[in-house]
């Protein structure tokens, strides 16, 4: 079993920057992919970004460039680096592990002036 909890949302103004991170607990972090996904109102939830227990990453083109997903293994975190901001980028944000095996409950991002 995995519990995942995020943490770091909050309120930016376009441009700006945030960093979300993902604390997990229970079973072994190392092994798992870990995925950032998004919903915002009235939208499906999609990809953001997700990253290999090897590294790989792979990134919505909506945010290549502007987000970066990083892991530390040791601390069982994931991240996810948020730069140059959007106000399209206005979601619930959230960690999942293994594919979409296990959720964490979600942090806003608001993006606006």
């Known amino acids: 079993q995995v519990q995942l909890v995020e943490s770091g949302g909050g309120l930016v103004q376009p441009g700006g920057s945030l960093r979300l991170s993902c604390a997990a607990s229970?079973?072994?972090?190392?092994?798992?992919?870990m995925g950032w996904y998004r919903q915002a109102p009235g939208k499906q939830r999609e990809l953001v970004a997700e990253i290999t227990r090897g590294g790989n990453t792979n990134y919505a083109d909506s945010v290549k460039g502007r987000f970066t997903i990083s892991r530390d293994n040791a601390k069982k975190t994931a991240y996810l680096q948020m730069d140059s901001l959007k106000p399209e980028d206005t979601a619930v944000y959230y960690c999942c592990a293994a594919r979409g095996a296990y959720w964490g409950q979600g942090a806003q991002v608001t993006v606006s002036s």
């Open positions: 229970g079973s072994i972090f190392s092994i798992y992919t």
